[in-house]
């Protein structure tokens, strides 16, 4: 088990691709930690000069650089698990977030968003956030102090061969785009390995967000996230759609163009989850959700809309 460290650099990032045929940037073995350095945005959000809000030199040199993508986040990696091939689960647990600036932003598109069009402001509306990260808060121009529990917008491995390229706007069996702010430090993500590698990207990180993230973003911010990788062979783990765990509760989740439909998808996982783990009928945990489970919708603006189940531990049998 060793402890690598992955800087983002611009033969280490890419913009949005999500693609088995990426190069890995870095290999290690199943239980390796790896600690993954992340930026977010181009120049057109960075602060005015004078704001007293730096800029990192490692992002200024990625915007310089000629880096190659599509649409979507600036994400580092992949990282290739060894020996992880299709039919696989990669446990990802998130060791520890940091965030890696005094700054971050918020920024609302006229078409895009959960009401698009209501919004048609002659320019983006762009809102540069001091963070105080001895404190854990950012406070908002109009006075409001939120408080911060860092998490990456984007975490994901590489599609189907088949699908070819991809883009990191939208979360898929692969995990990619999920935005779920449960997934802080501490938390697991279950994904299950679709290509040779599994190659593992991340970033969009973000320093707080509403379910939901009506407007197209969150707090957007730099973030370094460690990540240790265990690889479960195919057989030991069945799984076919992401899935999540803190210490207090299973999370389910459900991506669709159509809310109802994520809604569903993430009700079935949650009811494979009790099965699975309770030994319990498909019937009873059928009802178990409609009396303790909550869902939520994760987000709105990805196209593929997200929602996710949550079940506090506390409310599961002593085994």
């Known amino acids: 088990m060793t402890l690598h460290r992955l800087s983002a650099l611009p033969e280490t990032v890419s913009w949005g691709r999500f693609w088995s045929g990426l190069e890995p940037v870095l290999e290690v073995d199943p239980g390796d930690t790896v600690e993954i350095q992340c930026f977010s945005g181009n120049r057109a959000v960075w602060p005015p000069e004078g704001s007293g809000m730096t800029v990192a030199p490692e992002l200024a040199a990625i915007c310089d650089a000629d880096v190659k993508g599509q649409f979507g986040h600036l994400l580092t990696g992949p990282v290739a698990i060894r020996g992880a091939m299709p039919g696989d689960v990669l446990e990802v647990r998130i060791d520890r977030v940091e965030m890696g600036s005094d700054w971050g932003y918020n920024l609302v598109r006229p078409l895009s968003g959960t009401l698009p069009g209501e919004f048609p402001t002659s320019l983006a509306a762009l809102t540069h956030i001091p963070v105080d990260r001895a404190a854990r808060t950012a406070r908002l121009p109009w006075g409001a102090e939120l408080p911060l529990d860092p998490f990456f917008g984007v975490m994901g491995i ?93 999370i389910s989740f459900g991506f669709h163009a159509d809310l109802d ?34 869902f939520a919708v994760t987000q709105t603006v990805n196209s593929e809309k997200g929602v996710h189940g949550i079940l506090k531990k506390a409310l599961l049998p002593a085994r």
């Open 158 to 250: 590489a599609p189907p061969p088949e699908y070819g390229e991809v883009t990191s706007r939208e979360p898929r069996v692969f995990g990619g785009n999920l935005d779920c702010k449960l997934l802080t430090q501490g938390a697991t993500l279950y994904l299950p390995v679709q290509a040779e590698g599994a190659l593992f990207s991340c970033g969009d990180g973000h320093g707080c967000q509403g379910d939901g993230e009506v407007c197209l973003t969150a707090l957007e911010m730099a973030l370094t996230g460690t990540f240790t990788f265990v690889l479960h062979k195919a057989g030991t783990l069945d799984i076919a759609y992401p899935r999540a765990e803190t210490e207090a509760a299973l």
């Open 261 to 294: 439909d994520a809604m569903r998808i993430a009700l079935r996982e949650m009811i494979a989850i009790l099965v699975e783990r309770l030994g319990i009928t498909p019937t009873e945990a059928y009802q178990f959700c409609s009396l303790a489970v909550d």
